[in-house]
Each structure stands twice: as structure tokens, then as C-alpha cells.
């Protein structure tokens, strides 16, 4: 079965420093993976995606992730977090049967501290 | 991209009473979906409503529970039925293509809460 693992329940970085939220990733066949950011009181927004070609996918409001085929791994990277960008982070993996169904990991906290 | 709202934004409801909660897409698509978030959770997929057909519902999920309607290509509904502070939660809808590379884009989520 296609899964995600989000290992760490919270992650805090002072602003101006990197960013870097983790996933790996299980499936059979090729992956189809995605974050998403959940703002307070809000839905789910999505950020970007990796699909296929170069494994250094670039998406909204400066974050990045890199597709490691060999860690089975899709981080989250952002070079210089902001404290906007304190919120949920999930990461989701496409269900290759059954019409597009996305299974998400458990999310991760991210707060900046000014 | 698809933009979605969702009706009502949050409720507070009695133990034993249903809600229904709506879910319009700006424009056609193919599939909806329904999740889940409890408090402090991921989301869960409740159902994937395809127009003009029975929606197909998740392992722990039953229509009787979760009735859902697809009447049109931009409008679902998800109903939440004998409530239960079980299922205090926020309900959120997405919709995409159907293909596996699409990108599902989501509701801003009914934040339900049951006394």
C-alpha cells in the first residue's frame, strides 16, 4: 500500500535560518508526491509536487523539494524561513488505483520564532 | 487551478441531529473528495464522489453514516448523519481529475463540533 511517514511531530527554526521539513515515502511502482501547507483555520493549500524528471522540484512561496530515489525520501526545504511560514505541513502520496485518492502523512508542525 | 468553497464554514450541532455540508468547485471536474481532519490529525479519506454515480466510500466509512450527493460536475455534498461528539472534526472537500499526477486542490474545511 502507497504511504508517507512525516517522522517528526514539530519542527522550530529561528527566521533567516534554512528549513527543512522530512517525508519518506512507500509505494509500488513510481511516485506521485505532493505537500501541502495548512494555514490556521484555513484548508489545505498546495505547495508542489513531484510527478517526474528533475528531482529538485521548485513550488509556492520559495519552498523547494528534493525527490531521493535512493532514500525513498521527499524533504521539504525552504533556504530562509519567514514566520509566515509557521504552520501544518503535509506531506501526500498519490494512490496509484483509485481515481487520483491521496493518502497523507500526519503532519508537521513548523514554527518560526522571530 | 480549481477554487472551492465550502458552506457552512464551521456549526455546532446536538449529539443525534444530521448536518450538510456543501461543496462548490468554480468549475467541472471530474472527481470530489471528502476527508476528514480530527483534532491534532491528518486526513482521513472518507469517500470519492464521481458525478452521476455511487460514491465510493473508504474502509470505516458507510453511506448510512455519510450519505454523499454528486448531482453536477461542479457540486457535492457530504451529509453527516446521528451525530456523535465523535464526530466533531473539520470536513474538508477537494476536487481534481481522476489521474494520479493531478493536482487535487482543496475547500477551506467545515469546522463541525458536536455537543
Known amino acids: 500500500a502507497q504511504s508517507v511517514a512525516q517522522p517528526e511531530d514539530q519542527v522550530n527554526v529561528a527566521e533567516g535560518n534554512p528549513l527543512t521539513v522530512k517525508c519518506t515515502y512507500s509505494v509500488s511502482g513510481n511516485p506521485y508526491l505532493f505537500w501541502y501547507v495548512q494555514y490556521p483555520n484555513r484548508g489545505l493549500q498546495f505547495l508542489l509536487k513531484?510527478?517526474?524528471?528533475?528531482?529538485l522540484v521548485k513550488g509556492s512561496y520559495g519552498f523547494e523539494a528534493e525527490f531521493n530515489k535512493s532514500q525513498t525520501s521527499f524533504h521539504l526545504k525552504k533556504p530562509s524561513a519567514l514566520v509566515s511560514d509557521s504552520a501544518l505541513y503535509f506531506c501526500a502520496v498519490s494512490l496509484l488505483y483509485g481515481n487520483n485518492r491521496l493518502a497523507f502523512g500526519k503532519g508537521n508542525q513548523v514554527v518560526v520564532i522571530p | 487551478s480549481a477554487v472551492i468553497s465550502q458552506k457552512p464554514s464551521r456549526d455546532i450541532c446536538q449529539r443525534g441531529t444530521s448536518l450538510t455540508i456543501q461543496c462548490q468547485v468554480d468549475?467541472?471536474?471530474?472527481?470530489m473528495f471528502w476527508y476528514r481532519q480530527q483534532p491534532g490529525q491528518s486526513l482521513t479519506l472518507i469517500a470519492t464522489a464521481n458525478q452521476g454515480s455511487e460514491a465510493t466510500y473508504e474502509s470505516g466509512f458507510v453511506i448510512d453514516k455519510f450519505p454523499i450527493s454528486r448531482p453536477n460536475l461542479t457540486f457535492s455534498t457530504l451529509t453527516v448523519s446521528n451525530m456523535s461528539p465523535e464526530d466533531s472534526s473539520i470536513y474538508l472537500c477537494?476536487?481534481?481529475?481522476?489521474?494520479?499526477?493531478?493536482?487535487?486542490?482543496f475547500g477551506p474545511g467545515t469546522r463541525l463540533t458536536v455537543l
Open positions: 468549475s467541472q471536474v471530474t472527481m
Open positions: 513531484y510527478i517526474t524528471g528533475d528531482n
Open positions: 477537494s476536487a481534481g481529475t481522476g489521474e494520479g499526477t493531478d493536482t487535487q486542490y
